[in-house]
């Protein structure tokens, strides 16, 4: 964050939103406690009322990563208050004008978008200087009051003392404190050993109005005159509208309008053909969800097939050809240490190993939607969306409807699960191409068979990996030769795919000699997007395994195996995305992690037969997870007895939330690693619903789940995506371990079956 975007004044704030309405109108307000008569708007962020109850707003989109309680925390610690007395809104998104002519939401605290693990280690300096400034304003108006210097006053639990023996609530002083201009320039702010609020377990402050099924989530909005509407999308990836008999539905009861969603091979502009990828299909309008539904079943159409209506993409079938492919010849070079082509080691052997992980849904536990209304003159626009980006949801509504960006008010709801899916636009853009066809509020919702058949899914891949180890053991040459889906083949603009699927820097890259990686595209009809941990869970899968195996191969443990080829560890240089700045990889800490989880597991005692551990480590978003699975393969079942993680993750804000985010990380990488799988066949997804989809269930859950963090006063970084790329892994290293036998594909339920089914023969007999 640079120094410009923390020295913005209140003025200027308040310019940026002047065309977005009122600065510091929050939405949906905790319920729980009485409404109470706000005195003081204190910088962006902060209201308090008359009584010191302070209210503090969320600009970052809440989905279960707990960073509406996380990110007021930062603001309240500043602010010194006690967090009890607290209540947390979501805030509309206010957009301004970069100096590029952007329109980009801003608050002086970071970006809006919730993805990649981003939104405390983004927010963490700029919040925290929010409520400082905000405290600042506080004891300035107390000095009017009382005539004396500002440093002779000091703050705790939301009063101002003063050595004469004068005190006053902030409270008392909010009115005076609201009408002072902003502090401009960075404040001085606690050092963490005055930490009061920062550090210490909270409560999720969502969790009670959830658990009284309160409308909160995106899917509960409502506006004034609202119709509602489903869209009958092309089952055929690509396909179009060949003929709609129109009197199969506008004649049906409560439905209003029929709007067509029509989209070439890819959206016309001004739609981004690879950011907002649509179905082509109709929109069917009602005034109840029940009557849309009904109409879409009863409509007449015909579907012309599109460029991927001969798609064949099950795992087996479509695969063949991309491993033909990888073994006959090199595929773009992704990085070379070394020369793996050239190596003469005597008495050196290869081991090699083939990984493959299929194609994955989101299957958010809420399924998209947007409400979305635009003014019958076309000028104005609302939205109530459940987005991680709200940013580009306003491009998108500004892109289709031509209303200026600045004339486009957002506000954020609570989403049920995200995870990369509502990051992109595609049910924004339908709702808002229905809301500007008709010039009344529409709320868009989508089924799950919907969710399902139209997703923008994880990307399959495969993968070919060779080692050359010594005769002493040591691993001298690794040769990675991988292919995946992409999620970024053939957008305009956007970086090569082999710059994109695999990190270049990530372990055991700088720790082999020779080394080299290389890229080849696997082709794919089905639109890609953003997975949780995207990229690192595929690769991660088949990097550990492979460690795994090359130990046994060399009677080596894996754990140590691990640790001597880190060595001392140090800090390396890692990059994600050439277009970003590069990050540290410190294999110090990555150590740490490795044994934090080693020895917390009591890895290496025996286990008795059918038992196995089976360990992994990965570094995501900055930061370091390891873990170990240990699992009962007996009587014809899996048993997930216990997992451990390891996690540095810098400083943890609330280890109530951080804990949550690994642990539902680990059972989240269970369910994709365990049953899941998208298929294409005859240019359709085969899968409708959770019939065949297969979502974790209660009794597949990991048993028991242990999670260790590294103290660390370094600032804090990701953790609602680190804790899935190890849990795969580890969980088939684990499998081999307690029978003997690789599983080296995702999902796994398929190759463990015969395995499970042996357990229950031995049994019988």
Known sequence: MSAERLTTSRRDLLKAAAGAGALLVFARPQAGRAAAAFVGEIGPFVR???????????????????????????????????????????????????????????????????????????????????????????????????????????????????????????????????????????????????????????????????????????????????????????????????????????????????????????????????????????????????????????????????????????????????????????????????????????????????????????????????????????????????????????????????????????????????????????????AAIIANALKRPVKLVWTREDDLQHDLYRPGACHILDAVVTAGGRIDGWRHRLATHSRVAGAAGDPAPRLTEYYPDGFPAGHVPNMQVEYHLLPSAAPRGAWRAPGHVVNAFAIECFLDEIAVATNRDPVELRLEMIGAGGALSYMYLPQMPRKIFDTARYAAVIRRAAEASGWGRPLPKGRGRGFAAHFTFESYVAQVVEVTVADGRLRIDRVTAAVDAGMIINPNGARAQIEGGINDGLSAALGQAITVRDGQVEQRNFNDYEMLRMEGAARRIDVSFIESGEPPNGLGEPGVPPLAPALANAIFAATGVRLRRTPMSPDLAPVLAATTRKAAS
């Open 48 to 430: 308090i009322a008359a009584d010191g109850a302070v209210i503090i707003g969320c600009h970052v989109g809440e989905m279960g990563q707990g960073v509406s309680t996380s990110l007021p925390m930062l603001i309240a610690e500043e602010l010194d208050v006690p967090f009890e007395r607290v209540s947390i809104q979501a805030m509309p998104l206010h957009l301004a004008r970069n100096a590029r002519g952007q329109a980009r939401s801003f608050l002086g605290a970071g970006q809006s978008t919730a993805g990649g693990s981003n939104s405390v280690r983004v927010g963490f300096m700029p919040l925290r200087q929010a409520g400082a400034r905000a405290r600042r304003m506080i004891l300035e108006a107390a000095a009017e009051r009382w005539r004396v210097p500002v440093g002779e006053l000091a703050t705790h639990g939301g009063v101002v003392r003063h050595a004469s023996g004068l005190t006053a609530t902030y409270g008392e002083l909010a009115a005076e404190a609201a009408k002072r201009p902003e502090p401009v320039g960075e404040i001085v702010l606690k050092t963490p050993d005055r930490f009061t609020i920062v550090g210490k377990p909270q409560r999720q402050l969502d969790a009670d109005r959830i658990v009284r099924g309160e409308p909160l989530f995106g899917i509960d909005a409502e506006m004034p005159g609202m119709l509602h509407a489903v869209v009958a999308r092309c089952p055929y990836l690509g396909g179009q509208v060949a003929s709609l008999d129109e009197r199969h539905g506008l004649g049906l009861p409560g439905v209003v309008a029929l709007v067509p969603i029509m989209v070439a091979d890819a959206p016309a502009p001004p739609l981004a053909p690879q950011s907002t990828p649509l179905a082509c299909g109709v929109a069917v309008v009602a005034t109840t969800l029940w009557a849309a539904l009904q109409a879409r079943e009863a409509l007449k159409i015909t579907w012309s097939r599109g460029a991927g209506a001969a798609a064949d993409e099950s795992s087996a079938r479509a695969y063949a050809d991309t491993w033909a492919k990888m073994e006959a010849g090199p595929g773009d070079l992704v990085r070379k240490d070394g020369d793996f082509a050239g190596m003469r080691a005597p008495g050196a052997r290869t081991i090699k190993a083939r990984y493959e992980a299929a194609m994955v849904a989101h299957a958010c536990m809420e399924p998209p939607n947007a409400v979305v209304a635009v003014d019958p003159a076309g000028n104005r626009a609302q939205a109530i969306l459940a987005t991680q980006a709200p940013d580009a949801a306003a491009a998108t509504i500004a892109a289709v409807t031509g209303v200026d960006p600045l004339q486009i008010d957002v506000t954020l709801a609570r989403m049920g699960g995200g995870f990369g899916r509502k990051y992109d636009q595609d049910m924004v853009a339908e």
